[in-house]
């Protein structure tokens, strides 16, 4: 009796040789995994190459060591001391503001940055003309030098050396910014950059008390530097009121690597249903393989193989054949940093310098590996059952029901440890375990569908045409392609569907219904003195539209309940809330656009302790509840108020909302400024940028914000995330396409005994390809109709549940996904039938 060393070392000689003869019957099983596993590679390697320049490149990308920045105020002059302390320090303000013709004949929304002469602690500016900074920003008389973004001189038709207005003050452009070191971790801006002096600023009479302001100071740290904690430590205890938020090189833009790694956790779980969706392709291939090897089987047995041989002959050349797939993934997946480098080098940090990313590269093979052994190891438990006497007759054995347990528990082990690497590799584990019950419902479902596609095939009265009747029975035959169709192609169609519901409605929203029901203007940094003037000047350009004004300030969540919130372990859906300074107000009545969901506002003339009103669906996220206390920082004081009440708030209106509204007396005397819309559904483009002129004329240091202007924005940003997103569906469905054409092709030996006898007994080509136009037309309708429904479902909930926005089903999107489920089981169907139908019959006929 041979030992397990010894058969192991037999079944892998046996299995090599036999690889001798080439790969044939893997093509598909390549490509399928080879697809699945570059995807993820890819994606990860992209998502490691950008996230790992931040980190590396964090000094330059904060133009400092660490960055301390407070809203609505400048650092005090305790403050400015603790800060000279750490090192070189260097001041910087950001704010939004108009930029003007000195004319008046046209206007934008810009974003200024002042700097200082030590700007920038770390890194390069660079300017075109080429310049050092401190001549490109010196005053010229009057006038001050500004460094505009390419596109604010586009939008204004100006040229370098053209003036504009903001504020008080008159600037000449001396140049045009290329690159702004600091520029990723100050930010998304919705408006074109304008670099300037801090003199400059302060002429243009910008800041003003209330004014909605970023002061950022960027320390180059003496030697020896201090670790960040400790630096946080030691500004909490001497100066515990400051409120500023503080970040260090290593964090320098969080949220861009939050969100990168979000949408790559997306982007590959779309890449593993592309795997998976390939490992039906994998089941497929290896079925037909072993389909082809019966004789050789059966040959093995009669020569004295035991079972297990056999089977670990078959398992050592699929992990052959599947380790070339991943390894040809792998090299894919290694070259997409440099692809990406090449497109994404203006936008993003990411080293343009060859880079491998193990483990990247490893997480896509394992993944690869589990979904090769997870989809083939039930087709090698079926081959064990192959007997000996099917060496003697083509036809004499099809394998029925389910391998012996052991190769069940396998499969089920292999399918599991593919889940948990899913989830336990995730950064938002809750989605990722949802997507995956959503794939596995999804399988489930395609086989109910095929079973439900045949059982009506089998039920439906005859139908008078030959080629109608022939195609309904194949649908519901034994050896029927109606499960191989059905599931190969309605997972990917799934997606691809929901993905295209997602986009077309947020686009619709953007472009149609949510301008329909926003306001037309938000205008900011209202000061009290001009509040009244501000009134007159929208009355008199838009006497019919409906103004809204309220106090604003600005204000950080430092704790909840006493509990310091950056040491809480916050669900990601509720992190926003605490991600800088929130806009807050005051109100002695519930706002119009809200609703009270649970308990109760307070009295007019309220004088007690702070009360605050938060957002009741930010509230749940962070797991707050009525008599909980929120601690707020607010121009340099810390400010505790209980929460009385939860508001429902419709932040799809783009109304003035807030997650926290406070009683009146909360900030009784405190310096602030007004926020306020204007919406005029009736006014015309004409009459928008009258009101923008008059106001910006008359109240230069108001920012307008154009609601529309901002919306194009957002617009521009989703469609490329949709062309990324539709990229990725795209493998999905080609992996479908993939495997469809392996389970048609494992089914073509079938198909040509069909052929041959049918053709035997009488029918004529034309008449088996109009029969099997019939099947392919019946399946890929009923594929179709599945997709819609389970693509939209999904769409429903992402947008509905999550986005809260309105979801509605598009009519173009069900036409496309007919017609590409119609082309491809039709097209690919009639490609693998054609060489059946030109089949000699007598070699045929002596196999049966």
Not at 577 to 594: F, Q
Request: aromatic share 8%; glycine share 8%; net charge positive.
């Amino acid at each position: 009796m041979r030992t397990l060393p010894t058969r192991l070392s037999i079944a892998f000689r046996i299995a090599l040789r036999e690889l001798r003869g080439g790969l044939k019957g893997f093509y598909i099983f390549l490509a399928c995994i080879a697809l699945g596993t570059a995807a993820i590679a890819a994606v990860n390697s992209v998502a490691t190459a950008i996230t790992g320049s931040i980190a590396s490149e964090g000094r330059t990308l904060l133009a400092g060591d660490v960055r301390f920045e407070l809203t609505n105020r400048e650092a005090g002059p305790a403050e400015l001391s603790f800060l000279e302390g750490l090192g070189k320090v260097s001041a910087s303000t950001v704010l939004r503001s108009m930029a003007r013709l000195p004319d008046g004949a046209d206007q934008s929304l810009v974003e200024v940055k002042a700097v200082d002469g030590a700007y920038p602690l770390y890194g390069t500016f660079k300017a075109e003309p080429d310049r050092p900074l401190v001549d490109l920003v010196a005053p010229d008389g009057p006038r001050y030098g500004a460094i505009a973004a390419p596109l604010l001189l586009e939008r204004l038709g100006l040229a370098v050396g053209g003036e504009i207005l903001i504020g008080k003050a008159r600037f000449i452009i001396t140049g045009t910014i290329v690159n702004e070191p600091d520029a990723i971790s100050d930010g998304f801006g919705f408006a074109p950059r304008l670099l300037t002096s801090r003199d400059a600023l302060k002429a243009s009479g910008l800041v003003d008390t209330g004014s909605l302001v970023e002061h950022a100071y960027k320390i180059r740290l003496a030697d020896p530097a201090p670790t960040a904690e400790a630096i946080r430590q030691r500004a909490q205890n001497e100066l515990p009121n400051a409120g500023w938020s503080i970040r260090t090189s290593d964090r320098a833009a969080p949220s861009l690597t939050e969100n990168i790694e979000r949408f790559s956790q997306f982007l590959t779980l779309v890449g593993l249903t592309a795997l998976v969706v390939g490992g039906v392709g994998v089941a497929n291939a290896v079925r037909a393989f072993l389909d082809s090897k019966r004789t050789v089987i059966a040959t093995l047995k009669c020569l004295g193989a035991p079972a297990s041989v056999v089977v670990m002959v078959y398992l050592f050349q699929i992990a052959i054949v599947a380790s070339i797939g991943i390894v040809a993934g792998l090299v894919l997946g290694a070259i997409a940093p440099l692809v990406a480098a090449y497109y994404l080098a203006g936008f993003l940090p990411i080293s343009t310098e060859p880079t491998l990313y193990p483990g990247a590269l490893l997480l896509a093979a394992v993944f690869g590996m589990l979904v090769t052994l997870a989809f083939a190891i039930l087709p090698l438990g079926h081959s064990r059952q192959v007997p000996a006497t099917a060496l003697f007759r083509e036809q004499g054995f099809e394998p029925r029901g389910l391998p012996a347990w052991p190769y069940v528990a396998a499969t089920a082990i292999a399918l599991s440890a593919l889940a948990a690497l899913a989830i336990v590799t995730a950064e938002e584990r809750r989605i990722a375990t949802i997507f995956l019950v959503a794939m596995a419902a999804g399988f489930l479902l395609l086989r109910l569908v095929a079973m439900l596609i045949a059982y009506v095939a089998r039920r439906v009265p005859h139908p008078p045409s030959a080629a109608l009747r022939l195609a309904i029975g194949n649908i519901h035959r034994p050896g029927a392609l109606t499960p191989a169709v059905t599931l190969s192609l309605g997972l990917g169609l799934s997606l691809l569907v929901a993905l295209a519901l997602i986009d077309g409605n947020l686009r619709r929203e953007l472009t149609g219904n949510l301008p329909e029901r926003a306001p037309n203007f938000f205008f900011i940094d209202i000061q009290k003195a001009e509040i009244d003037g501000f009134r007159a000047v929208v009355k008199d350009k838009a006497p019919e539209g409906s103004l809204v004004e309220v106090p604003m300030l600005r204000g950080r969540i430092l704790a909840f309940n006493g509990n310091d919130v950056t040491k809480m372990d916050v669900p990601p859906e509720g992190r926003w809330v605490l991600r800088g300074d929130r806009g807050i107000t005051y109100s002695e009545n519930v706002p119009e656009n809200a609703s009270i969901v649970e308990g109760k506002w307070w009295e007019p003339g309220y004088a007690g302790e702070p009360l605050v009103s938060f957002s009741s669906e930010e509230a749940r996220e962070l797991g707050l509840k009525i008599g909980d206390t929120v601690t707020v920082n607010v121009l340099g004081r810390n400010i505790t108020a209980k929460i009385a009440n939860f508001r429902k708030v419709e932040w799809e209106s783009l109304s003035i909302n807030f997650v926290m509204v406070f009683s009146p007396n909360t900030f009784a005397g405190a310096p602030h400024a007004w926020l306020a819309t204007l919406t005029d559904p009736k006014a015309t483009g004409a009459d928008e940028a009258a009101v923008l002129r008059a106001l910006t004329q008359a109240f230069p240091t108001i920012t307008s914000v154009r609601v529309k202007d901002a919306l194009d924005v957002v617009d521009r940003l989703v469609g490329q995330l949709a062309t990324a997103i539709r990229a990725a569906a795209a493998i999905a469905l080609i992996a479908s396409i993939l495997v469809l054409s392996g389970a048609l092709a494992a089914g073509n030996r079938a198909r040509t005994h069909d052929a041959v006898v049918l053709k035997t007994l009488g029918a004529t080509r034309s008449m088996l390809i109009r029969a099997f136009t019939y099947e392919y037309f019946l399946l890929g309708a009923a594929t179709a109709c599945f997709a819609l429904l389970a693509g939209g479902a999904v769409a429903w909930y992402v947008l509905s549940q999550i986005m809260r926005l309105p979801s509605s089903f598009l009519p173009d999107v069900a036409i496309a996904t007919i017609a590409i489920a119609l082309v491809t089981t039709i097209g690919i169907g009639l490609t693998g039938t054609w060489r059946i139908l030109g089949q000699k019959a007598a070699p045929v006929l002596r196999e049966l």
